[in-house]
């Protein structure tokens, strides 16, 4: 991507100058903490929030390479980008440099990236001397509408996604739109995917404006794309917030993840087009089961935003690792379907039936 030469210029895109230079703040209390959010925020806001020789900046060398002259002046930690490196020894790695700086508790770790990035730190400061205080700013589209609201942090063992981690919180989330200048297209793809999601199991009203826009128009926008991530925010805050340990509502937030998480690292596929296939078979397995009328629905807006829907794969593989997913309970597993577009429902179908299901699609 570095090399990409990929160039804002060239395709159009107006870029996000001086937004949200203010510092409004919104807290949300959890169960153990609050974080506070910065939605209007700018990278500049960080030193006001955290005291910048106590704070270690984590991000990859993507971010770091595009936005070099914003981390001048900081502590800074640059992974190699990408999901492979979302394992135990990319945290080990992180860990040392800690030590080697010599951070201690009353650190701040403040990851600055995708969502690989934030929930490495959000996994590392959970653990480095049993917990230290941790922040976000997330730069890609998935990572501020989701991978940095709720708290989860993980990572992946072999082809297990989010196998290991912690639920804790962060103290802030700060997000400076500037950085989206910089996002490439398959990244917005990728993003669009959760915002869909969302739409699906909670917001019909999100799911009608989706269906009359187009990445293209939101790249344009800079009030649509804007409000759209803070509608998005805080949908899924007010989810987690319901259901921070996940008992009941959160389940709703892994619509298009069970069969996702087993399809994307197999195939190597975005965390957006696995869990977009992933949404589709759910929508399908809706019809079978709620009743549900309205999967074309679905398919035709994840295609609307150069998602994949129906595809070819080893049904018997991915089962395979389906079975070992964290949502499954003995021979049942606790899948996400929808009863309606935004309204979404957790059904506990046996294995065996899931099986079949999804053999016949
Ligand atoms: N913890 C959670 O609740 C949660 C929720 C959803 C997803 N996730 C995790 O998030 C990860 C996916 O997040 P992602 O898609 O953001 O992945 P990512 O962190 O890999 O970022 C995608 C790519 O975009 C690059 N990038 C990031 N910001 C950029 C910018 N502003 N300009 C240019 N390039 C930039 C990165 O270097 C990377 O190559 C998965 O590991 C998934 O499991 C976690
Ligand atoms: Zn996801």
Redesign the pocket.
């Known amino acids: ?1 570095v090399n990409g030469e990929w160039s804002i210029g060239q395709i159009g895109v107006i870029k996000f100058l001086h937004y949200g230079t203010g510092m409004k703040k919104t807290t949300h209390k959890f169960s153990n903490s609050s974080v506070d959010y910065y939605l209007d925020s700018g990278f500049s806001h960080l030193r006001k929030i955290v005291d910048q020789k106590n704070a270690v900046i984590l991000t ?4 770091f390479n ?2 070099r002259q914003r981390f001048k002046g900081w502590n800074i930690i640059v992974l190699v ?3 492979e490196f ?1 394992v135990q020894s990319t945290a080990d790695i992180v860990i040392e440099e800690l030590l080697g700086m010599e951070a201690g508790r009353k650190t701040t770790l403040v990851g600055i ?7 490495v730190t ?1 996994y590392v400061a959970s653990v480095y001397m049993r917990g230290i205080p941790f922040g976000f700013i ?3 589209i ?2 501020m509408v ?2 940095s ?2 708290g ?3 990572i ?1 063992v072999g082809v297990y ?2 196998m290991v ?1 912690t639920i804790r919180q962060p103290k802030f989330i700060l997000h400076d739109l500037i ?6 297209q398959n ?1 917005w793809e ?2 669009f995917a ?1 915002v869909i999601k969302h739409a699906c199991i909670k917001d019909a009203a999100m799911f009608r404006e989706l269906e009359t826009n187009s990445i293209r128009t939101y790249r344009k926008g800079k009030k649509s794309i804007c409000d759209l991530i803070q509608r998005n925010v805080f949908l899924k805050t007010r989810v987690v917030k319901q259901d921070e340990f996940e008992k009941g509502e959160r389940r709703l937030l892994n619509f298009g993840h069970t069969l996702g998480h087993a399809l994307e690292n197999m195939y190597d596929l ?3 087009q696995a869990i977009s296939i992933g949404m589709t078979y759910a929508s399908v397995i809706s019809e079978k089961i709620t009743g549900f009328k309205e999967a074309n629905r679905v398919t035709k807006l994840l295609q609307q935003y150069d998602l994949p829907t129906f595809s070819e794969f080893d049904r018997k593989k991915v089962f395979d690792i389906l079975k070992m997913d964290k949502k499954r309970e003995k021979n049942e597993i606790n899948y996400v379907l929808l009863n309606k577009i935004g309204k979404g429902i957790v059904k506990p179908i046996p294995l065996s039936q899931l099986e079949n299901l999804i053999s016949n699609i």
């Open positions: 991507m990859d060398e993507n971010v595009y936005h980008p990408g999901e979302k990236g995708g969502g690989v990035i934030t929930d959000g997330p730069t890609t998935l990572a989701d991978a609201v709720g989860k942090n993980g992946d996604k989010n981690g950085f989206l200048n910089t996002l490439p990244e990728n993003g959760e975005s965390h957006g």
